[in-house]
């Protein structure tokens, strides 16, 4: 059974440092991953998406690996910003349409 | 073009009333996807739609739980007789259908169950 898992859980730090989330599965037999955000009371955005024969995607001051054999997805955020807080959540796309989710990261930028 | 949209956005109900959430897809997406998080989880997969297939309803946790979708357009969750573990935001998805594609997500439905 696929279990993903996001550590740490929180994460509080100040504005302008770099800093990695990441994301660990079990069963390395995935279509794709996903990194989305979340923020209070607002849907999801999809952030980055990588498919399973992709090694990172690259967005703005974001970037998303991916190492399948080891289960294991980084998301890193350069020069971080209080408008980056929020929650951020690791999917993988485990069938050929079901998203199997992380518990997600809570992330707090000081200014 | 527009993004996917539920309503209500937000919904307190009396234990043991019914509710339904509506979910309106992006136009041309032939799969739907219901979600439910709980607070501080993650989320749970609850039921897909792809076309005219029949529905994959094997997330859904109880038969108080049901969705229908009216071809490839709009959706409905309804949940009958609601219980205080039900309530959490309910979120649905939309996407092309195709092998691997992305997901695109509603603002969702807050409920809660007094």
């Known amino acids: 059974k696929q279990e993903v898992t996001q550590i740490p859980a929180a994460l509080s730090v100040p504005e302008g440092e770099n800093l990695v989330l990441n994301c660990s599965f079990t069963?390395?037999?995935?279509?794709?991953l996903q990194w989305f955000r979340q923020d209070p009371g607002k849907g999801l955005t999809s952030l980055l998406l990588?498919?399973?024969s992709q090694r990172e995607q690259t967005s703005g001051r974001l970037n998303a690996s991916l190492d399948k054999s080891s289960g294991r997805s980084t998301l890193y955020i350069a020069a971080s910003q209080p408008g980056d807080s929020a929650t951020y959540l690791c999917?993988?796309?485990?069938?050929?349409?079901?998203?199997?989710w992380g518990a997600g990261t809570k992330l707090i930028i000081k200014p | 073009g527009a993004g996917v949209s539920q309503s209500p956005s937000n919904k307190v109900t009396e234990k043991g009333k019914d509710v339904e959430l509506r979910c309106d897809p992006i136009?041309?997406?032939?799969?739907l996807y219901w979600y439910r998080q709980r607070l501080g989880q993650g989320l749970e997969f609850l039921i897909y739609?792809?076309?005219?297939?029949?529905?994959?309803k094997s997330g859904l946790p109880s038969d108080r739980f049901s969705a229908e979708r009216t071809g490839e357009s709009v959706s409905t969750l309804t949940i009958q007789r609601t219980q205080q573990e039900d309530s959490a935001v309910y979120l649905c998805?939309?996407?092309?259908?195709?092998?691997?594609?992305?997901?695109?997500f509603g603002p969702g439905t807050r409920l809660t169950v007094t």
């Open positions: 136009s041309g997406h032939t799969a």
């Open positions: 999917a993988v796309r485990h069938s050929n349409y079901q998203l199997i």
């Open positions: 990588i498919q399973s």
């Open positions: 998805a939309s996407s092309t259908g195709l092998e691997g594609d992305e997901q695109y």
């Open positions: 739609f792809q076309g005219n297939s029949a529905p994959d």
């Open positions: 069963d390395s037999a995935i279509y794709n």
